[in-house]
């Protein structure tokens, strides 16, 4: 006796259709994927230290292809040349993206002013990071009497600064140094209270007032 035929189960068109519609749509997300993935652009990167107001070179610049949100602000491999000669704004650390406001074509220190280097104990330096281009104010504090009061009772003399540079805190001892550009004519009083232990440094608010 032969053994019953089992009839072939049928296919619904329907869901052909839905399989058909299920790869086609995976197929165009892979190519979506695909296009995202291949939307790169070539920027300038960082390969090297490089110190504030130093000038970069071509062998402290790289390049790298990178996918970029629209938003984040950066040089284009092509304007390499225009950024070279320039002098940085901030520190540069290698691995980094350049961006156009880290470079200035500025000198950090102006024709007419001086740079005072002012060394900061670790109870002296702001909580508020010292950057290049921030404003402060060079305060003279009077020396003190025998009898622990100031030698005049006359507000204390200030001088208007900038910061050009502030250095990470020395091992051991926790002092930063804290280069400050200042007129040409206050340079040397600045140096003096420096020497006598009087100066003292505050910084500006944003919109100069203290």
Avoid at 31 to 48: D, M, P, Y
């Amino acid at each position: 006796m032969a053994p019953p035929r089992v009839s072939a189960r049928r296919r619904r068109p329907g869901v052909i259709a839905l399989s058909l519609a299920l790869i086609a749509a995976g197929g165009a997300g892979v190519a979506v994927l695909l296009l995202q993935v291949g939307n790169r652009t070539e920027v300038v990167t960082v390969v090297r230290d490089v110190q504030v107001g130093q000038v970069l070179t071509e062998q402290d610049l790289g390049k790298a292809s990178v996918a970029l949100d629209p938003a984040v602000k950066t040089v284009h491999s092509d304007n390499l040349d225009s950024v070279v000669g320039k002098r940085a704004a901030v520190e540069l650390k290698p691995g980094s993206l350049l961006t156009p406001s880290q470079v200035t074509k500025d000198s950090l220190v102006k024709a007419g002013e001086q740079l005072v280097p002012i060394g900061l104990k670790p109870e002296m330096v702001p909580a508020t990071a010292l950057v290049p281009g921030q404003k402060v104010q060079l305060v003279h504090v009077p020396a003190q009497s025998a009898t622990g009061t100031a030698e005049s009772g006359t507000a204390p003399k200030t001088i208007a600064g900038r910061v050009v540079k502030a250095s990470k805190p020395a091992p051991g001892t926790g002092v930063v140094v804290v280069d400050v550009a200042t007129t040409a004519q206050d340079g040397p009083t600045a140096a003096a209270w420096v020497s006598a232990g009087t100066l003292r440094l505050v910084l500006d608010a944003p919109d100069g007032s203290r």
